[in-house]
Every structure is written in structure tokens, then in C-alpha cells.
């Protein structure tokens, strides 16, 4: 059987190049992997220091398996899961995510503006604690994007599988539609997604861009 996973979120490693980490809940592991020349490689995130593991493909289940996730029963190697396998045939993370647009997510914004360098300023009602200003940046080589939070540190974006949105990596909650559309719809501007919605909505639920809006999951 396929090992469960939780999130997926890509990184950079020491030497520079990209790496995918992968959150294992059932046995608790997180996983990195990356690709080298023509084949994929995986290790544990909690061991740096260990050594990178070449990825074998099983001809009896057609699929690349992992030699950290095995069977309990026999100790043979699961199969890793079809993101996993399409993220080592070099498919950028973003083409391998759909995300669900929810009515409520725990996030909840008070006002975006595009900046001129391009990036997407967020000011986040957090009440009671009060509010945080947060800069998102679009990724233009398939990735997810980057979170930029009032400490000046560009985080990436995380990918949650169960609740199909993306996460904040430093509030550690549900990022907002909207934001989440200007970062996947990388040729449409703040307004453009506004219109959309809008009329896709027929007029129902959402405020303007400038925030204060009652309806929707995040005050849009």
C-alpha cells in the first residue's frame, strides 16, 4: 500500500539545488528527495548527515519504491506516492497540486495590495493577538511561492494533501483563497482574480479588495 502523506513543500539545500520534503504522518518520517542526472535520490530531513539512497523502480508494481517506508509485515518497500513519483520525473510541484476552494479557512484577511516589486502584501486579522503583515511572492519555475514575514525571512509555501490548500509556513494555517489563486494564476493581476470571482459568484459572499468584507472565509 502507498504511504500516506500530509504536506509536501519544496527546499533548497546546502549545495543550492531543490530538494522535496515530504511529511510522513503514519510513521512519523519526514523524507527529502531530489533528482540527479537521470535518477531520483531520497534521505531522511532528521538526518543531515546521513547518506542520499538511489530510488529503485520495481517492475512488478510499475512504480518507484522507498527504501526508508516498508512493510511492517515483511520489510519489503512501499511504493511512493504519485506526486512523489512525478516530482522525480521532474515535474514541477506546482503542475501536481489541485487545490479545493473552501468556504472557511482559518486565516483571515483584512485588506491585499500588489506591491511594485511584484510581490502580494497581506495584513492578517489574527485576533485576539492582533494583526501581521505578510508579502507573498510568485515562483515563475514551478514552485509554489514564498512567504515573506515581518521578521524579513522568505519562507516557501507549504502544500497540505488533506485539506487541499496551501499553508503558511509561519502562521502555520490555511492561506486564503484569494491569495492562494494570485499565487497559482501567475499572468493575473489582483483585480483580475477580483472580477473573476466575482462574477463567478454572481455577486454573492465577497467584499472588495481593500478588505473589510463580511462574507466569504477570509473577509474578502
Known amino acids: 500500500r502507498t504511504p500516506t502523506y500530509s504536506t509536501l513543500v519544496e527546499v533548497e539545500l546546502e549545495d543550492g539545488t531543490s530538494a522535496l520534503k515530504v511529511y510522513y504522518p503514519d510513521s512519523g518520517m519526514t523524507l527529502l528527495y531530489r533528482v540527479l542526472g537521470a535518477r531520483g535520490q531520497e534521505k531522511a530531513f532528521d538526518a ?7 530510488i529503485r ?4 508494481l510499475d512504480t518507484f519504491v522507498s527504501k526508508a517506508l516498508r512493510n511492517e509485515q ?3 518497500q512501499r511504493p511512493l506516492p504519485n506526486k ?4 522525480l520525473c521532474r515535474r514541477p510541484l506546482a503542475s501536481l497540486i489541485k ?5 472557511t479557512r482559518n486565516l483571515v484577511y483584512k485588506t491585499l495590495r500588489e506591491l ?12 485576539p493577538a492582533g494583526e501581521e503583515v505578510m508579502r507573498y511572492r510568485r515562483c ?18 507549504v502544500y497540505s494533501e488533506e485539506k487541499k490548500a496551501l499553508l503558511s509556513p509561519r502562521l502555520s494555517g490555511e492561506i486564503p483563497n484569494k491569495v492562494a489563486d494570485w499565487l497559482q494564476c501567475k499572468f493575473l493581476n489582483l483585480v483580475d482574480l477580483a472580477v473573476a470571482r466575482n462574477r463567478a459568484n454572481a455577486g454573492g459572499g465577497e467584499g472588495g479588495i481593500g478588505g473589510g468584507g463580511q462574507g466569504g472565509e ?3
Do not use: M, N
Not at 48 to 54: A, G, L, N, V
Not at 84 to 87: A, I
Not at 99 to 103: A, E, V, W
Open 48 to 54: 543531515p548527515d546521513s547518506d542520499w539512497e538511489w
Open 57 to 60: 523502480f520495481d517492475a512488478s
Open 74 to 76: 515483511d520489510g519489503t
Open 84 to 87: 512523489v513519483c512525478s516530482y
Open 99 to 103: 487545490l479545493k476552494h473552501q468556504d
Open 116 to 127: 511594485r516589486d511584484g510581490t502580494l502584501q497581506v495584513r492578517y486579522d489574527l485576533f
Open 140 to 157: 515563475w519555475t514551478g514552485g509554489l511561492g514564498t512567504e515573506i514575514g515581518s521578521d524579513g525571512e522568505e519562507r516557501q509555501i
Open 218 to 220: 477570509d473577509g474578502e
